[in-house]
C-alpha cells in the first residue's frame, strides 16, 4: 500500500540543548551589537548556525527568528535565496569547480567531470566518508586564473583534472593542503563562524589572506598611468591621468604629432564602429526625432 500524504502542517522545530542554545545566544547578541536594526544581523546569524551543525537545520531557522523578532518564513526566504547556505548535511570541505564561461572553456567542465567519476558523487553530492562536498560554481572572480577551485571559499588557482584529484585525495587523506593565495584551510564550520564574524585565531591565518594576483591588477596600474611591460602591444598603452586628453596623451608617448592617426590599432577597442557618429549613412539607433 502507498503512502499517503495528507498534508499535515510540519511540527515546530525542536529547540538546541540548553547550553549549545545560551552558547549561541551570547555569540548571536555580540552580532547583532554590531547593526542599527536587529534584522540586518541576519546573514551573519545564519553562518553561526551553519557553523553549529555544518548547515541550516530547522532548528537554526526558528533561533534565528526568535533572536531577531522574524518569521520562520522571512528566515527561510533568505537561507534558500542564498548559495552559501547549505539546506541539508555537508562535507568538512565545500569543492566547488567553476564552470562558468572563460573557467569552462579553459578546463573547468573538465575538471568538474572528473571528480565526479573520481568521487563517485554528482553535483551537490557528498563522499561516503564526509570529507567532501562536490559543486559547480557559476563565478568564483578568479577568471585571470582560470580554471578555478575553491575549498571553503580559499583559491586553487590554474587547475587540471589530474591537480585536482590530487586535491581532493590529500582532503580525503587529512592532508595538509596549501591555496594558492590566502589563508590556510579550516574545516566548513570552522569557515562559517568566521563568515559570522568572529575572528580567525589561527597564528599566521590574518596575515596569509592574499588578495587579487597580479594579472587582476594590471587594469588597476594601466588606470594609474602605470607602464605594464611583456603582456603584449596593448600592455604598453600608458592611460593618462583624470583630466588629460587620452589620444593626446597616446599620441605624444608614440612621438606622433598632435592630431596625426595611429598607423595601427592596438586593439579592437580602438576600431572605427558603425555608429551614427562615425557613419551617419549606418545609424546605430532610430533616426527619428523624440516624440515623432
Known sequence: MTDVSLGMPQLPAPDYPAEVRARLEADAKEVIARYPG?????????????AEEGHVTRTGVRFCAEMLDLTTAEVTAVATFYS?????????????????????????????????????VGNGGTTEDGKVTLEHIECNAACDFAPVVMVNWEFFDNQTPDSAKRLV?????????????????????ETARILAGFPDRRPGAVEAT?????????????????????????????????GADPAEAEGERAGRAPGEAPATHPSSHDAPRDTSASDPSHPAGPTAEEGE
Not at 562558468?100 to 568538474?112: E, K, P, Q, R, W
Not at 593542503?177 to 574545516?187: E, H, I, K, S
Not at 598611468?225 to 583624470?242: L, T
Request: glycine residues 16%.
Open 169 to 189: 585525495d590529500d582532503l580525503r587523506e587529512g592532508r595538509t593542503v596549501a591555496p594558492t593565495r590566502g589563508a590556510p584551510l579550516c574545516t566548513y564550520k
Open 84 to 120: 552559501m547556505y547549505r539546506r541539508g548535511p555537508g562535507g568538512d570541505y565545500q569543492v566547488g569547480v567553476c564552470t562558468n564561461t572563460l573557467c569552462a572553456v579553459m578546463g573547468g567542465d573538465a575538471i568538474f567531470e572528473t571528480l565526479q567519476k573520481h568521487l563517485g
Open 210 to 242: 592574499g588578495g587579487a594576483g597580479p594579472a587582476s591588477l594590471v587594469g588597476l596600474r594601466l588606470a594609474k598611468g602605470e607602464a605594464v611591460p611583456g603582456a603584449g602591444p596593448a600592455a604598453d598603452h600608458v592611460v593618462p591621468q583624470r
Open 38 to 50: 536587529a534584522r540586518s544581523a541576519l546573514l551573519p546569524l545564519l553562518h553561526l548556525v551553519q
